[in-house]
């Protein structure tokens, strides 16, 4: 396994806040590695993930990302000691460059043509719920794993969480998380539609690893075409929408990926990609 980051074809030090490496069958793993701090979403934290991310996207190895983390609790969130410090100090600048940051990153995760899975094997609340809405598909382990959206509890709206949550689950139930506040189990989260499957927690990596493999083993330029156009259909008019669909898929027949996997289709074998 490699534990360090490929950077113009030089290697560099992993980050000091997270830990990323590829894998065989070209699955890259992120791990949120600072525990002592609940892997709280510090701007150094945002920064060392919104670059990875960002040199995850121009590396055509790396066909699908695991976001997993050390410790008892996924993610806490944002840093309120980093918060409060901004507070202290009257510094909008600096508060207002972490929120954009966060923004930032969850939108180049949800917008990467790479498919990220969450794997969550604990607490998950404010922006780490939002880190969780904005990967493509998520498992948690049943038995320690929440999730929440506490801001209001602190007299602070999770607004940007918000953003992440709405569109991963139907408005009653994110206003519900929004408006309490209060923790949801990993059971609900998945019937609701926050994660995909809520599994023991001695069957998660088996489970997410599975998902993984399957992901890497499809058709890269198919889901590089096809993710971006599915997350663009979703914004526009059903008329619209199917216009661009077709467009994808018509693209997508004539690429040599489709016509390898239809001739293997036919012949009874596994497709060369």
């Known amino acids: 396994w490699q534990e360090s980051l490929q950077i113009g074809g ?13 894998r065989q069958a070209h699955i ?20 060392d993930l919104y670059r990875v991310v960002r040199e995850i996207d ?67 609340t404010a922006a780490g719920c939002q880190l969780v809405a ?47 506040g209060e923790l949801i189990s990993a059971d609900k989260a998945q019937s609701i539609g926050l994660i995909n499957n809520a599994v023991p927690k001695d069957e998660l990596d088996s ?4 998902v993984a493999n399957l ?6 330029k198919a889901i590089q075409e096809g993710k971006p156009a599915f997350l663009k259909q979703m914004q526009q008019p059903l008329d619209v929408a199917y216009k661009t669909a077709s467009a994808t898929m018509c693209s997508n027949v004539m690429t040599e990926d489709c016509k390898e996997g239809i001739s293997a289709f036919f012949e009874k074998r596994k497709p060369a990609w």
């Open 10 to 22: 030089a290697m560099t030090a992993a980050p000091q806040l997270l830990r990323y490496w590829c």
């Open 134 to 180: 904005s990967c493509d598909l998520a498992y948690a382990s049943s038995e320690s794993s929440r999730f929440a959206t506490p801001g209001v509890n602190l007299g602070l709206f999770c607004s940007t969480p918000g953003v992440a949550l709405s569109r991963c689950v139907p408005r009653k139930h994110a206003m519900e998380m929004l408006l309490t």
């Open 58 to 124: 121009s590396d055509p190895s790396v066909r699908v990302v695991v976001i997993q983390s050390q410790g008892p609790v996924f993610s806490s969130g944002h840093d309120l000691q980093e918060i409060q410090r901004y507070q202290t100090e009257g510094n909008e600048e600096d508060l207002a460059h972490l929120f954009d940051l966060c923004s930032a990153t969850m939108q180049s995760i949800a917008q990467s043509a790479v498919p990220y899975i969450a794997k969550v094997d604990g607490i998950a």
């Open 215 to 220: 992901v890497s083993s499809r058709s890269q």
């Open 28 to 47: 890259g793993i992120i791990e949120l590695a600072n525990p002592s701090k609940r892997n709280a979403l510090s701007t150094s934290m945002l920064q």
């Open 207 to 210: 489970k997410v690893d599975h």
